[in-house]
Structures are given as structure tokens and as C-alpha cells.
């Protein structure tokens, strides 16, 4: 289980005048949440809300001012930075951010499996090989000879996901990896990541500002606004009987997926 133990996270603008700290924005405020083991869990929210800047902090990859992340009891902070890979995948909603563009596909996700087995665990033989990777992810080993440049947007992100499953994490962090996909493509990802899920028991955290997209994938939610979480709970309560006045205003957009 991931839990989230009173999670605050304040940034501050360039500085003001004779070095004085700029302007103070709490990114995330109080937040408290847990994953558990083989489950999917919504996080929905309206972008500025502060769900990227939670995603990152329990990925590790930015600290939080106050509380902390603890997977299965250890706090994060415990853990090697390829430990905690292999701990915590996170997956962008732009795939720039997390694949070197001057590096060949297959060689961004060999160099995953090779990281995964430096830790001494046993590999799937599923996900031993490059080629079982890019066909467990829908991809045609074809590309693995392209730069993620070459690839079109949902084989970049599928790239992108299957570089963050060849370390095989207990948990992803998936934030808004929908949203800049056209329908179909974005229905086809959403389907993938089920499959892996009920495949490998892979919890997920799925980020998304989309309420009805969060109610087909997921079973339980949390729902942010402005770095508080307004409301959570089994995803049928929350969808179908929503208390926050924003948890409605949401509901009320739909996603448009066919799954």
C-alpha cells in the first residue's frame, strides 16, 4: 500500500524586492490518501489544482515541505532512486518529458530491463525482452529502430508506459495520459492499462480533470481542488451521489470515450 500522510507543498514566485520570497502558492495542502495493493485509484481535479505536483511527490521525484509518502510502511525517501523505480512508475502526459529523443526506441526500454535486473528480482518472462515488452504495449518492434520523434502520439506514450512497466513497478502513476489523444486513441491506452492491471495486479493512480473517465477506469476517487481534496470514496458513491458542489460541476462533462 502507498499512503499519503498529511502531504502540503507551498511554491513561491520569483523573488520580490531586496531578495524577499515571492508570492506563496500551496500546490497541495494537507492531503492525505492511500493506494492499495492491485487496485486502481482516480485522482480528478481541474488543471492548477495541484494534482501533478502530488503526482511528483509520490514518485519521488520532487520532496514535500511537510508529511510524507510511505510504501508498505518505509517512507520514500528510504529507498534508492532505482529502488524506488522499481517501487513507483510515474507516466507524463507529455511523453518529452520522460523519453530522450535522441535515443532509439528499443533502446529506451532495454536500458529499463537492464535497470530492473541490476536489482537482482526475477523478470516476468513476459517483460524479460524488448520484444515481449513492445508487445505487451501494442507496439510494433519495427519502431524500435525510431526516435520517440518518429512515433505517432499514442505509440510515444505507449513508449513512455512501457519504459516505466519494464522496471515492473508495484504502482504507476499515470497523470493525464489521455488528454492530449484524439478518442479512439485514448479508449485504446485506457483499455491497456486495465488489461495490465488485471494482468499483473499493477496498482495505478489514475490522474485525470475528466469525472466520467475517472468513474469507467477506477474504484475509488479522490476529488481536488485548489490542493484540497474535496471529496472521496468508492467511485459508484462518489459518481453517483456527489456532495461537493465541484464533484457535480464535473459530472455534469462528459468524457466522450467508448470503453
Known sequence: MIELKNISKTFYTEKGPFFSRGKAKEACGNINMTIGAGEIVSLVGESGCGKTTLARIISGLIPPDSGGVFIEGTALEKYSPLRRASKVGIVFQNPHESLNPMLKSGFIIKEAVKNRMRLGEKMPPELSSVENIFSEFSLDIKLASSRPGCLSGGQRQRLAAA??????PSYLVLDEVTSSLDVSTAASLIKLFKKINARYGTAMLFITHDLVLAEIISERMYVMKDGEIV????????????????????KSVGSGLDI
Open 163 to 168: 519504459r516505466s512497466f519494464a522496471m515492473f
Open 231 to 250: 471529496e472521496s470514496g468508492d467511485t459508484w458513491e462518489v459518481f453517483g451521489r456527489p456532495k461537493h458542489p465541484y464533484v457535480r460541476q464535473l
